[in-house]
């Protein structure tokens, strides 16, 4: 009884933090857009640099909020989805993080 109590309330507290989280990445995601929209108007040179900066860290808060999400997990199929997205998230970061780097170089 008292570790199903304990098990419930562990469980909320995961899934309010993965709420957090994932409401972040998105906030940052909605914020660069209208950032680099903006800019996109004014003719700004870092345009490209921006957009893939706060893509990045979108993807970051998103990819945090899976990492959470497998603690809660309860099923090897949604074990495996989990990872799958997790892999894809880092693929993804992996290369903004390179289109970066190759942006920077070019300014």
Known sequence: MLFETISDIFEQIVNYAILVSELAGVAILVFTLIKCFIGWIR????????????????LEFKMGGEVLRTVIVREWNELLI???????????????????????ERL
């Open 43 to 58: 003719k700004k040179k870092e345009l490209r640099l921006d957009l893939a900066q706060g893509i990045a860290l979108a």
């Open 82 to 104: 989990l990872g799958a997205i997790i892999v894809l998230r880092g693929a993804l970061t992996f290369l903004i993080h390179w289109e970066i780097k190759q942006e920077r």
